[in-house]
């Protein structure tokens, strides 16, 4: 994730998270979060800056299995 192209000039969720939403990865609202996984494995294509209706849908389902996997769920992993 840290070389993913999410659009011109934006390479990584850091970079994207600046770009499209004006905050560090680490600050980023679920909705926000999930907008910028929904739209890999091909972010040229679904683009972030226009979210078709398809990626909106998409990132719906990830919110969805984030409320699932709970807040604490990355924190867990980040410790091992």
Same mark, same amino acid.
Request: no cysteine.
């Given at each position: =994730? %840290?070389? *993913?192209?999410?659009?011109?000039?934006?390479?990584?969720?850091? &970079? $994207?998270?600046?770009? !499209?939403?004006?905050?560090?990865?680490?600050?980023?609202?679920?909705?926000?979060?999930? =907008? %910028?996984? *929904?739209?890999?494995?091909?972010?040229?294509?679904?683009?972030? &800056? $226009?979210?078709?209706? !398809?990626?909106?849908?998409?990132?719906?389902?990830?919110?969805?299995?984030?409320?699932? =996997?709970?807040?604490?769920?990355?924190?867990?992993?980040?410790?091992?």
């Amino acid at each position: =994730l %840290l070389f *993913a192209q999410f659009g011109p000039h934006a390479y990584g969720v850091g &970079a $994207a998270s600046w770009r !499209y939403f004006d905050r560090p990865a680490g600050a980023l609202k679920d909705r926000e979060a999930a =907008l %910028l996984a *929904a739209v890999l494995p091909n972010p040229i294509r679904f683009r972030l &800056a $226009a979210p078709s209706a !398809y990626v909106k849908s998409r990132a719906a389902r990830i919110r969805g299995q984030m409320r699932q =996997l709970g807040k604490g769920y990355l924190e867990q992993l980040s410790s091992k």
